[in-house]
Each structure stands twice: as structure tokens, then as C-alpha cells.
């Protein structure tokens, strides 16, 4: 952290809320709004080209020593309104979103998969993103594996929660393996949706963020929200923001940050909230085309001890892309496991959770295909609308179906879909009793974390929001550089695929 005396101006390092002054003023060639996947991505693919970037961000730095298990603690500070942030529509689904110097990647699972090559090829030939080459991707996606230092854990680390799934999945010959994950250094404590204790996952502020602080070109300044845009003759001269205290997050002070150019980075929910509250774009694209990857879990009992709070956090997938969907793994910590058990509260749900040493857990995460998503700017904030689709439900229905057969290959005594009811499945000749077609969408008990599509890159301005290069249709020098951009969703986990645009950005912006 820098003293007092260095933040007059612009300085290259990473700065927080206690060394501002009062009203903190800044000049800068590039300003970067959010310091997530996208945003360090872009922030240092700039600074490397040696451009000065302002990497502005709401959340804190963090070290991994001052992560916590505090589940309501890491709530209140790590988490998008506080671990509130929901979408309502035919279900009701949370969708979690990190915040921090690192974003989301703060709290991810560090599940690497690269842009299916369909998906690049719709974005060139449907909506005409002829900067996704085959080849810039490619390119692009190894720099990001290399950064991440991505690979596979030991069985040893994985632990029988990913085990378990892996042995059914074999018993009934479905395509699997374990996950390529951004985390070298895992220990296996299945914490990472609080933040990673060990220093062990490649989340962005420890990798792509080092890199850019190496060049002397980046100054990270963490404490900041950015409110409003200043403008003049189609271009934006100047971002509007409060300091936030690290503690409270109360209002203690005041930023303006002049730029030659402005990248809007703040994720998928609060990048089209600010260009639409702004007006620097209109609501016909921008805000729309929301997709999530909507997923349920299942518990299965097994007869031995699976100890499901530790081990990989999200280990082992079943690859039925080309059906829409995978079967992931997952854990969670015990009270979480209270929190979202679909059973009756009462005995029931005591029994489960007396059981918890016994349990496993996994389900679908879908390719949203028919499913219509919104984000609508209002005075509270962004709300947010998500529609399930038909086929999307369909598929959520034939993965929770899969996923308990998986279970009862492994040994499953007893498999738990969280649909609404609770209903337990004992004999896997019933899950489709219990898990009928139809099942509507209320009646599934969904979760998201992949927000993605709310500004999305088009060839031309009638389409999308951004062209195939970032730059906000309309506007000289703004550019958006996060899961906003993509034009549709991928059926895969998304950091790769958002850091590698995050690049593409930069890359382009500063030889421009
Ligand atoms: C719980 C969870 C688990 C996940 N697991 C995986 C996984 O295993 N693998 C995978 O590939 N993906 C995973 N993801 C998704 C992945 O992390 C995200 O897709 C990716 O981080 C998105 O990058 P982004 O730049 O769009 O947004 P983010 O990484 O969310 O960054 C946006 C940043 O902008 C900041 N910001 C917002 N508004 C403002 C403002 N007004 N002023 C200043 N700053 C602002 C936020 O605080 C945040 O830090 C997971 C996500 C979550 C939430």
C-alpha cells in the first residue's frame, strides 16, 4: 500500500480507501471501471503495452490469511449486495457476484474450460464478431491457462465428493474427468467460494494483476464506487465515484478520474446498469440478452462417509454438452448445506443434516438455449429479471435425472433433487416419478453464478451494444471488458473465456 504523500496524482501500485484524500483527483491515458476477470485482464493488457491505467474498483485488497469461514462476515464484504443478489421472473434464483480487487475470481470454484469452438464460430457467423478468430482465441486462451497455472488436482486432494461421482460415472460409461482448475496450489479445504484461505487458486489479483502491477504502468486503486460518466462532443472526459470506508462501506469521500479513454468492467449485472443509467446506450440491446447457466443441485446419501465440506470444492464433470448440459460437482460449507436443504424443516431436516458426513453432492449447470433474461435500471439499483425457458427446463429435469443415476451407480442409498417438496428417491427405477417433465420451473430450486450477455459485441450497431472489438457503439473512447460481451452463453464455465476478451480489449485498445 502507498502513504498518504504518493496519492496526489496517479501512481503505479495498489492503493486502498485509508490512503485517499478527502476528494481524490486522478489523470490517467486509460481508466478501468471494476477489477474482476475482465477488468485486470484489460488493465494489464494495457499496462503492458506501456499505457498508464487507473484500475478502479468497489471492493478491497485482500490477502488470503484474511479470508474467513464467517460465512455472514465474507457475505457482508466479498459478495454483490451482500450475498443478496437474486433474479426474480418464473423462478427465483440467487445469483452471487464477488467483489474485490479480483472480482468474482475471488470466490469462484477456478473452473477453467475454453470457449467451446461452436460457440466462437456462432458469435463470427450470427452476429458478425469477426475478432473472435480461431486463432486470436487460441492464442489468447493459452496466455490466460499459462497466467492461471491451470491444472488438475491429485486424487489425494480431490476427496470423496468428487470421487464418488466420478466411480458412478464410470460404472454407467458417461463422458467425464476431473476439472482443469486455476488453482496449482489446492490443498482441498472446499472453501473457495469464501475466498481462498491458502494462497493456492490463481484468482485474476494474484496472477494477470501481478503481471500488470510489474509494469510500473498500473495503478490499482481499490475502495471506489463509480457512479456517473461526464461527456462532451461523443466522448466521455471524465468517471464520477464515492470512497468507500473498507469496514463499513460508508461514503467518506469523493473521486473524479479524467481519461483519454474509459473500459466499463464491472460485471455483467452493473456494466449495463451504469451505461443505461448513464445514457450511454439505450435499453434496445444493452441490459437485455441476460444468460446464467441455470443449475440445481442433488444430495445423494451414500453408505459410507463422503465428508462433503472438504476436498475440491468443484472437482469432477460429466460432459453431456452436446445435450446442453454438464454434471458438476460441488460443496458447500455445513451451514450452507442447512441453509438449502429442500427437505421439511423440522425432523426431516435434522436427519439429513445429522447425516451430512454421509452426503455427496452435484447437478446440472445448462447451455441456456430459450431462456430470456433483464437488467433494468431503477433508483435501489439494478433489477434483475430471468425467465426459465421450456427447453432450459427440460434439460435442468434430464440432468437431475442423470445426476441421480450417476449417484445410484456410485451406491446411493437415497437421492435428493432440491426440487420443492423435498421428495427423496430411494429406488433409482423412481426418479423419473419424482423428477417428471412436468416439473415447472418454480418447483426446481435454482442457483446461478455465470451472469453473462448484457452488452453484447455485434458487427453492426443494430444488433449489440459494443462492436466486435469492445468499443460502445457510439462513443469514441468507451469500451466495455467483461462477461457483458459475450453474445451468447458458452455451456461452460466463463473466467477463460471473460480474461481472454479482457485482452483481446487492451490489446486492441492500446495499439489503436
Ligand atoms: C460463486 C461463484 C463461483 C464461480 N465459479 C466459477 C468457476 O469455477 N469457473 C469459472 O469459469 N467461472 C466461475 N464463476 C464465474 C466467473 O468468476 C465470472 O464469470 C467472472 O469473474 C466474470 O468476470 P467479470 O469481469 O465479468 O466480473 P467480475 O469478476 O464479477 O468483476 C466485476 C468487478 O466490478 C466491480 N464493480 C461493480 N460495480 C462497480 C462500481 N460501480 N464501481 C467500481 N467497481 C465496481 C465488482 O466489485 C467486481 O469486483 C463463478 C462465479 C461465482 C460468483
Known sequence: MTTPATLQGWAPGRHGARQYPKDLTLRVDVVVLGAGAGGIATAT??????????????????????????????????YRDRGARSMRGNTVTPLPGGRGVGGSTLINSAICFRCPDPVLAQWRDDHGVSSVTAARMAALQDRVWETLHVTTQSLEIQRLNNIVFRDGAEKLGMKGSFLPRSAPGCVGCGVCQLGCPTGGKSSADRTFLVEGLATGNLGVYAGIRVDAAESSSGRITAVTGRILHPDTQAEVGSVRVEADHVVVSMGPIQTPYFLLANGLADATHCGQHLVVHPAVGALARMPFEVRPWH???????VDAYDEGFLLQTYTVTPDQYFAILPTAVGTETMRWMKDLRYLASAGPLVHDEDSAGQVQVTPLGPDIFYHLGDGDRQRLIKGLRRTGEVFFAAGA???LPAITGGAIVRDPSKIEAVLPDTLQAHELITYASHPMGTARMAGRSEDGVVDPWGRVWGWDNL??????????????????????????????????
Do not use: C, I
Open 45 to 78: 493488457a494495457l499496462a503492458e503495452k506501456g499505457v498508464k491505467v487507473a484500475l478502479l474498483e468497489e471492493g478491497r485488497h485482500w490477502r488470503p490469511s484474511e479470508f474467513s469461514q464467517d460465512v455472514p462476515r465474507t457475505f457482508r464484504h466479498l
Open 311 to 317: 476436498g475440491v470444492t468443484q472437482g469432477y464433470y
Open 413 to 415: 442409498e437415497a437421492f
Open 479 to 512: 469500451h466495455v471488458a467483461d462477461a457483458s460481451l459475450f453474445p451468447t452463453s458458452l455451456g461452460v464455465n466463463p473466467q477463460v473465456t471473460t480474461m481472454a476478451l479482457g485482452l483481446m480489449v487492451g490489446g486492441h485498445l492500446a495499439s489503436a
